[in-house]
T-cell receptor, first 113, second 111 residues
Framework: KAGVTQTPRYLIKTRGQQVTLSCSPISGHRSVSWYQQTPGQGLQFLFEYFSETQRNKGNFPGRFSGRQFSNSRSEMNVSTLELGDSALYLC????????????FGPGTRLTVT | AQSVTQPDIHITVSEGASLELRCNYSYGATPYLFWYVQSPGQGLQLLLKYFSGDTLVQGIKGFEAEFKRSQSSFNLRKPSVHWSDAAEYFCAVGVNNDMRFGAGTRLTVKP
């Protein structure tokens, strides 16, 4: 099976703009989670989608949003970008609940200038 | 508060030496426990996981981890480190449909 893919891999945006990142999970996986990774804050959970519904949400402002499509592909959107949003955004998929391992994509490196 | 703690931010070991990376968690019940490794520019790869049963679990790349309920710990070990093990290691717990990660331990391997 193909692994988790994320597009684009690198992105440079300007403060105030918005950005959309895409994640294609492993075939058959219905759960997709998003994480933000920064040197200062480490890996922080953004949200999880399961069968097109947000199942869980981390502690991020409303500028961060996501959705999942019927084919389990997911997108996350960040509006009104701030410098502090510069990070590696990781997507992970799994085919079960909290006891099932997550498979991570390579991430999208977002730089906000 | 619920948390995952990796006390060591950075560890340096010589190639061939043994390794132990520490992880402590603070949750009401025994959570699902994982160790992941991240090489530069890459996503995370699962090394091993613990749900129940035998408290010593074997993983890939020669790693093992021991769950100690009394200490709320899940330490990662490897008897002999290889230069290719240089990476960042994350302990994680799975609780209520999400996964919480520790801050990570960066491993440097000296020749």
């Amino acid at each position: 099976k193909a692994g988790v893919t994320q597009t684009p891999r690198y992105l440079i945006k300007t403060r105030g703009q918005q950005v959309t990142l895409s994640c294609s999970p492993i075939s058959g996986h219905r759960s997709v989670s998003w994480y933000q990774q920064t040197p200062g804050q480490g890996l922080q959970f953004l949200f999880e989608y399961f069968s097109e519904t947000q199942r869980n949400k981390g502690n991020f402002p409303g500028r961060f949003s996501g959705r999942q499509f019927s084919n389990s592909r997911s997108e996350m959107n960040v509006s009104t970008l701030e410098l502090g949003d510069s990070a590696l955004y990781l997507c992970a998929s799994r085919d079960g609940g909290p006891g099932v391992e997550q498979y991570f994509g390579p991430g999208t490196r977002l730089t906000v200038t | 508060a619920q948390s995952v703690t990796q006390p060591d931010i950075h560890i340096t070991v010589s190639e061939g030496a043994s390794l132990e990376l520490r992880c402590n968690y603070s949750y009401g019940a025994t959570p699902y426990l994982f160790w992941y490794v991240q090489s530069p520019g890459q996503g995370l790869q699962l090394l091993l996981k613990y749900f129940s049963g035998d408290t010593l679990v074997q993983g890939i790349k020669g790693f093992e981890a021991e769950f100690k309920r009394s200490q709320s710990s899940f330490n990662l070990r490897k008897p002999s480190v290889h230069w290719s093990d240089a990476a960042e290691y994350f302990c994680a717990v799975g609780v209520n449909n999400d996964m919480r990660f520790g801050a990570g331990t960066r491993l440097t391997v000296k020749p």
